[in-house]
């Protein structure tokens, strides 16, 4: 078998639109002088790796005042790395202990949930961990079934109630199987149809409060899933999950797509929360812990 390529060579694969269209510009404008034209084309070169515009103002800024002892595109580029790498935070490591540890996985339908609780059981299990899955979109018929193909899969027992049943009742009985069963980790699945937003706040909170009450010292993370090819529309969504539940974590799915790296660093930069993983495929293995500063390298390097 080929050995797999590690997390930057799989990225530089992943972002190469953005990282060409982005190193491309730098070659060109370098041509000419480090003046007004050079930053606000800079800017626009952001802006269309989906940085956002107030941000890419704000990078284009600061790359401005940092522009002396900049000889070749290489310096320019490694001062870019450099900024973009402080807007991308610190790497967030998932907090597992004392066991049994919460991870509730959000997101709007679509995004990659029910992927990323497979990927996500399958590392936590070669890393030794027993892990349970609680099917808490009891909204999806398919989101149920699709959750135990991918527990069958990498030997995780998934916790389910019928379609229709009360997401906070799973996630009880889940919590209860986690404690006898002694897992270490119990992943949440929960829902995330957009028709109505405000019921599922309410119930994302309420899943929150059940877990917090059945298992009051389990460190719980709260990670949204969100599909990076929906560029700055996802940024929108992931505000009201924040304000509904206090994320503690991202994961940027479907890398791999068409979509434009930037918006990793918008929505830390939008949220303040640092991301956890990101998906670069629909396979077991697709999923990388992330690294800000191989991530920023991989945008800007030629
Ligand atoms: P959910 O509705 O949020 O549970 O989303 P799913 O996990 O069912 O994923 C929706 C679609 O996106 C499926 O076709 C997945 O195979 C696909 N998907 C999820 N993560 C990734 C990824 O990282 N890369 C790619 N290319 N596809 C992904």
Request: charged share 25%; glycine share 10%; no cysteine.
């Amino acid at each position: 078998m080929a050995e797999r390529p590690g997390f930057l060579g799989r990225l530089r694969a992943t972002l190469a639109r953005t990282r060409e269209a982005l190193s491309a510009r730098i070659d060109d404008l370098l041509a000419g002088p480090l003046d007004e034209t050079f930053f606000s084309e800079l800017e626009e070169a952001l802006i269309q790796a989906d940085v956002g515009a107030g941000l890419s103002a704000e990078i284009a800024g600061r790359l401005r005042g940092q522009t002396s002892g900049v000889r070749t595109a290489d310096d320019l580029r490694a001062r870019l790395a450099a900024i973009v790498t402080e807007l991308l935070g610190v790497p967030h490591a998932l907090r597992l202990d004392p066991p049994p540890a919460v991870i509730m996985i959000l997101g709007v339908n679509g995004s990659g949930k029910t992927t990323t609780i497979g990927k996500l059981a399958h590392r936590l299990r070669g890393d030794g961990r027993r892990v349970l899955i609680a099917a808490g979109d009891t909204f999806r018929a398919a989101a149920i079934e699709q959750l135990e193909i991918w527990g069958e899969r990498v030997g995780a027992p998934v916790i389910r109630h019928k379609e229709g049943a009360d997401p906070a009742a799973v996630v009880f009985d889940a919590a209860q199987a986690a404690l006898a069963r002694r897992a270490d980790v119990l992943l949440v699945d929960t829902a995330g149809r957009l028709h109505t937003k405000v019921n599922l706040m309410e119930e994302l909170k309420k899943v929150d409060r059940v877990v917090a009450r059945a298992l009051p010292d389990a460190p719980v993370e709260r990670l949204l899933v969100i599909d990076a090819t929906t560029g700055q529309n996802g940024l929108a969504q992931a505000r009201h999950f924040h304000q509904a539940v206090g994320l503690t974590g991202l994961v940027l799915t479907k890398l791999d797509g068409t979509a434009k790296g930037g918006i990793a660093i918008a929505v830390v930069r939008e949220l303040n929360v640092p991301i956890a993983y990101v998906g670069t495929g629909e396979g077991l293995d697709d999923l990388d812990a992330f690294d800000p500063s191989a991530f920023a390298r991989a945008l800007v390097e030629p």
